[in-house]
Nanobody, 123 residues
Framework: QVQVVESGGGLVQAGGSLRLSCAVS????????MGWFRQAPGMEREWVGT???????GYADSVKGRFSISRDNAKNMVYLQMNSLKPEDTAVYYC?????????????????WGQGTQVTVSS
């Protein structure tokens, strides 16, 4: 069983930065593709970005150049560094594991999800 736990959310002013962390249990973490998603009130969950087994990353256009994803395979951790935050980045952020390496933006291809962490950006 794989467990995913996010942390690091909070309240930040526009233009500020925040780093989210994601702890993942599982014997083969190094094989997982890890994704970050977010969901704002009244909106559908949207893909933020993904990091693959080799550390390659992809991002949604809305966050490209401001957000970056990294992973520490020795610690089974994934990070989402968020810079130049905007009020429209306010959402619950979710970390998810794609254990089969499908490398998709679709939430349905991610097998395990965390409980989410709230990020609020004030103007």
């Amino acid at each position: 069983q794989v467990q995913v736990v996010e942390s690091g959310g909070g309240l930040v002013q526009a233009g500020g930065s925040l780093r989210l962390s994601c702890a993942v249990s599982g014997p083969t973490f190094v094989e997982y593709f890890m994704g970050w998603f977010r969901q704002a009130p009244g909106m559908e969950r949207e893909w933020v970005g993904t990091i693959n087994r080799g550390g390659g990353t992809g991002y949604a256009d809305s966050v490209k150049g401001r957000f970056s994803i990294s992973r520490d395979n020795a610690k089974n951790m994934v990070y989402l560094q968020m810079n130049s935050l905007k009020p429209e980045d306010t959402a619950v952020y979710y970390c998810a594991a794609d254990t089969l390496g499908r490398n998709s933006r679709l939430s349905s291809t991610y097998d395990y999800w965390g409980q989410g962490t709230q990020v609020t950006v004030s103007s």
